[in-house]
């Protein structure tokens, strides 16, 4: 299992995780507001474009610390779209779910999996995240907005 490779982890590697933790938890959590902003003006600019802010529509507190910004875009062929242009960028979205659990052949448990469900399958789909890291510049979310932008307009 892959938590198990933590144990192994020489005591050098180890204490630079809880560094990284600590730097990561202390970090600059502005990026969090600023992809919600972007967010709100491109559905506002671009209203069949309908990207769902999953934090803000969740509640999710401010402070609360990300790992991924989660945003789904209700389209998934535009979903697709809109990662291989920010792929193409060098921007990094992240599709999380590949497949939906139900598809996955691999859950350990049978009971585990939910055959037909088809609200899971569009998650699935439609589900991508932007970085919340430090390396985050303003420059970088506002390319991500307009490479949005024009992934929005191809048909």
């Known amino acids: 299992h892959a938590l198990d490779a933590i144990g192994s982890i020489d005591h050098t590697a ?6 990284n933790l600590q730097r990561y938890c202390a970090r600059d959590i ?15 600019r671009f209203p069949d474009l309908m990207l769902v802010d999953l934090a803000k529509r969740n509640r999710i507190p401010a402070d609360y610390a990300l790992l991924r910004y989660p945003v789904a875009v209700t389209d998934p062929a535009r979903r697709n779209r809109i990662c291989a242009l920010l792929a193409e960028q060098g921007l990094g979205a992240s599709i999380m779910y590949p497949a939906a659990l139900a598809d996955l052949p691999v859950l350990p448990i049978d009971s585990c999996r939910i055959h037909g ?12 995240t932007l970085p919340t890291h430090e390396a985050v510049t ?12 024009r992934a929005s307009s191809v048909n």
Do not use: H, K, P
């Open 14 to 19: 180890f204490g630079l995780l809880g560094t």
């Open 117 to 128: 469900q088809t609200n899971e399958r569009l998650f699935a789909q439609c589900f991508l």
């Open 138 to 149: 303003q420059a970088v979310i506002d390319q991500t907005g307009m490479t949005i932008a």
């Open 30 to 44: 502005n990026v969090r507001q600023r992809w919600a902003d972007l967010i709100e003006n491109l559905n506002t």
